[in-house]
T-cell receptor, first 116, second 109 residues
Framework: NAGVTQTPKFRILKIGQSMTLQCTQDMNHNYMYWYRQDPGMGLKLIYY???????DKGEVPNGYNVSRSTTEDFPLRLELAAPSQTSVYFC???????????????FGEGSRLTVL | GQNIDQPTEMTATEGAIVQINCTYQ??????LFWYQQHAGEAPTFLSY??LDGLEEKGRFSSFLSRSKGYSYLLLKELQMKDSASYLC??????????WGAGTKLIIKP
């Protein structure tokens, strides 16, 4: 059972370049998320999706875009990379508990991105 | 604004007990989560509290007081592998998770 798989694990970008972080989950979860984690800071939500075809901005969406064409895939696009986007990125998914609340998050292994 | 506070770092001895506190101020409350994150790895789920009281799961327990906006994670019989960061997160009225910065727990032999 693969869970949440994200690629690449490491990437160095030059300022102004673009790239896509891939995320796939095989648990049939409706909810998917992209977070960034900077040293000494809490996880910051970039974008999230409650199902295929539906995406919403999180706390720090500027400079990023997402799409959700299938339940399994939730890629994150960085346009015109900037040094401020140097961070560790985590994709996560969750199911909906019977209480109606999104449940525990299952995280991918993370992608460490450096923009120089 | 919404805020989660937890200590930045704590040190404890192998075999001992440690309590990691978390206080929160959020727009509504739909539960509090604790996650464990080893250095260089992804967070993994530890516990969830939505009602007041203590939830016990093996060596780990989590407590919640909604009236005080307070939770703690209690780790017993500490092992070296418990060295990690512990993240507190509160789900607000919009079912969005608000994350604390994490508490780095250092276990000494």
């Amino acid at each position: 059972n693969a869970g949440v798989t994200q690629t690449p694990k490491f990437r160095i970008l030059k300022i102004g370049q673009s790239m896509t972080l891939q995320c796939t989950q095989d648990m049939n979860h409706n909810y998917m998320y992209w977070y960034r984690q900077d040293p000494g800071m809490g996880l910051k939500l970039i974008y999230y999706s409650v199902g295929a075809g539906i995406t919403d901005k999180g706390e720090v969406p500027n400079g990023y875009n997402v799409s959700r064409s299938t339940t399994e895939d939730f890629p994150l696009r960085l346009e015109l990379a900037a040094p401020s986007q140097t961070s560790v990125y985590f994709c996560a998914s969750s199911t909906l508990w019977t209480s109606g609340s999104p449940g525990e998050l299952f995280f991918g292994e993370g992608s460490r991105l450096t923009v120089l | 604004g919404q805020n989660i506070d937890q200590p930045t770092e704590m040190t404890a001895t192998e075999g001992a007990i440690v309590q990691i506190n978390c206080t929160y101020q959020t727009s509504g409350f739909n539960g509090l989560f604790w996650y464990q994150q080893h250095a260089g790895e992804a967070p993994t789920f530890l516990s969830y509290n939505v009602l007041d009281g203590l939830e016990e799961k093996g060596r780990f327990s989590s407590f919640l007081s909604r009236s005080k906006g307070y939770s703690y994670l209690l780790l017993k019989e500490l092992q070296m592998k418990d060295s990690a960061s512990y993240l507190c997160a509160v789900m607000d009225s919009n079912y969005q998770l608000i994350w604390g910065a994490g508490t780095k727990l250092i276990i000494k032999p």
